[in-house]
T-cell receptor
Framework: KAGVTQTPRYLIKTRGQQVTLSCSPI?????VSWYQQTPGQGLQFLFE???????NKGNFPGRFSGRQFSNSRSEMNVSTLELGDSALYLC?????????????FGNGTRLTVT | AQKVTQAQTEISVVEKEDVTLDCVYE???????LFWYKQPPSGELVFLIR??????QNEISGRYSWNFQKSTSSFNFTITASQVVDSAVYFC??????????????FGTGTRLQVTL
């Protein structure tokens, strides 16, 4: 099976712009979640989608949003970019919502905001 | 609130040495899962192991072994006879039942392991 695919791998944006990141989960996986990784804050949970519904949201401002499509692919959007949004954004998929279901991560999208 | 502590920021060893990565967690849940992930320079987090709170058996997989002790809230990871390919950042993570989902993991800050020849 192909792994979790994230596009693009790298992005450079300017403050104030918006950005959309894409994630294709492992085939058959219905849950997709997003994490932000920064040197200062480490790995932080952004949100999770299952069957096109947001199930959980982390402690991030409303500028961060996402959605999931019927084929389980997901996008996340960040509007009005700030310098502090520079990070590695990781997408993960899992088969279901069971607590023991391990997350499988993609290579991430590295976003740089200038 | 849940918390995962990886006190070792960086460890350097010479190839073939054994190395143990420490992980201490805090949770008020009685049902939870602990995970270890490896993050090589390419960026993706690679799942290594999952352990539930009711299973304190140690586990060995090749050169990797894990020691889970509820009494000390620790879930340590040992690499035996380390190799250069083991160089990566290793994360310990906690998943609690009360979050209602498997996806909201609490990660530690990671331990960077450098294995040299």
């Amino acid at each position: 099976k192909a792994g979790v695919t994230q596009t693009p791998r790298y992005l450079i944006k300017t403050r104030g712009q918006q950005v959309t990141l894409s994630c294709s989960p492992i085939s058959g996986h219905r849950s997709v979640s997003w994490y932000q990784q920064t040197p200062g804050q480490g790995l932080q949970f952004l949100f999770e989608y299952f069957s096109e519904t947001q199930r959980n949201k982390g402690n991030f401002p409303g500028r961060f949003s996402g959605r999931q499509f019927s084929n389980s692919r997901s996008e996340m959007n960040v509007s009005t970019l700030e310098l502090g949004d520079s990070a590695l954004y990781l997408c993960a998929s899992s088969e279901n919502l069971e607590i023991n279901s391990p997350l499988h991560f993609g290579n991430g999208t590295r976003l740089t905001v200038t | 609130a849940q918390k995962v502590t990886q006190a070792q920021t960086e460890i350097s060893v010479v190839e073939k040495e054994d190395v143990t990565l420490d992980c201490v967690y805090e949770t008020r849940d009685t049902t939870y899962y602990l995970f270890w992930y490896k993050q090589p320079p390419s960026g993706e987090l690679v799942f290594l192991i999952r352990r539930n709170s009711f299973d304190e058996q140690n586990e060995i997989s090749g050169r990797y072994s894990w020691n889970f002790q509820k009494s000390t809230s620790s879930f340590n990871f040992t690499i035996t006879a380390s190799q250069v390919v083991d160089s990566a950042v290793y994360f310990c993570a906690l998943s609690e039942v009360n979050t209602g989902t498997a996806s909201k993991l609490t990660f530690g800050t990671g331990t960077r392991l450098q294995v040299t020849l």
